[in-house]
T-cell receptor, first 111, second 115 residues
Framework: GENVEQHPSTLSVQEGDSAVIKCTYSDSASNYFPWYKQELGKGPQLIID?????GEKKDQRIAVTLNKTAKHFSLHITETQPEDSAVYFCAASYGFQKLVFGTGTRLLVSP | ETGVTQTPRHLVMGMTNKKSLKCEQHLGHNAMYWYKQSAKKPLELMFV???????ENNSVPSRFSPECPNSSHLFLHLHTLQPEDSALYLC??????????????FGPGTRLTVT
């Protein structure tokens, strides 16, 4: 069935460093790939997304890249700040109006 | 805030109790979702409603019963739950309807503990 693998499960960086989280999906028909940030006690918040007709998308310090051939997509955060510390989830679309999620990456940014 | 609210935020219930979770969206969306979030597992899709009709039931036990009285409200009725049902239950909404749209916006969740 549909599956998304996400790595790493935890990531510790120093403030100002870059962070990269990678995901691999299984359904070649997937055409929408969002990233969510979940802070403690809150629901997941959509932070950036990309569609299959685009290879890269950037929004200030965050960017997402997509390689449809390899079925890989990645989240890049530059100049990390302590407030970037959270759990990040990738997801891929499948079927009609549905998403399958990765297992999450806990990002810790140390001052 | 995302425009999706959930109540209660925390719930403790015994295995013989009956309770309901409520979700309301203020985004004018037509599709609503229930997810279960357990530690170290991906978000599990439970139910999908589009235009107030259930379009997905992801092999969820009958002790979970959803209800969507209109496009803004979604309920999850709970009865005779098991301790393994303890989790964060998340509601989400998307544009839905006839448009095959995927952007989903989540509420803050209800932390459920079954004792």
């Amino acid at each position: 069935g549909e599956n998304v693998e996400q790595h790493p499960s935890t990531l510790s960086v120093q403030e100002g460093d870059s962070a990269v989280i990678k995901c691999t999906y299984s359904d070649s028909a997937s055409n929408y790939f969002p990233w969510y940030k979940q802070e403690l006690g809150k629901g997941p918040q959509l932070i950036i997304d990309i569609r299959s007709n685009v290879g890269e998308k950037k929004d200030q310090r965050i960017a997402v890249t997509l390689n449809k051939t390899a079925k890989h997509f990645s989240l890049h955060i530059t100049e990390t700040q302590p407030e970037d510390s959270a759990v990040y989830f990738c997801a891929a679309s499948y079927g009609f109006q549905k998403l399958v999620f990765g297992t999450g990456t806990r990002l810790l940014v140390s001052p | 805030e995302t425009g999706v609210t959930q109540t209660p935020r925390h719930l403790v219930m015994g295995m013989t109790n009956k309770k309901s979770l409520k979700c309301e969206q203020h985004l004018g969306h037509n599709a609503m979702y229930w997810y279960k979030q357990s530690a170290k597992k991906p978000l599990e899709l439970m139910f999908v409603y589009s235009l107030e009709e259930r379009v997905e039931n992801n092999s969820v036990p009958s002790r979970f019963s959803p209800e969507c009285p209109n496009s803004s409200h979604l309920f999850l009725h709970l009865h005779t739950l098991q301790p393994e049902d303890s989790a964060l239950y998340l509601c989400a909404s998307s544009q839905g309807g006839l448009a095959d749209s995927y952007e989903q916006y989540f509420g803050p969740g209800t932390r459920l503990t079954v004792t």
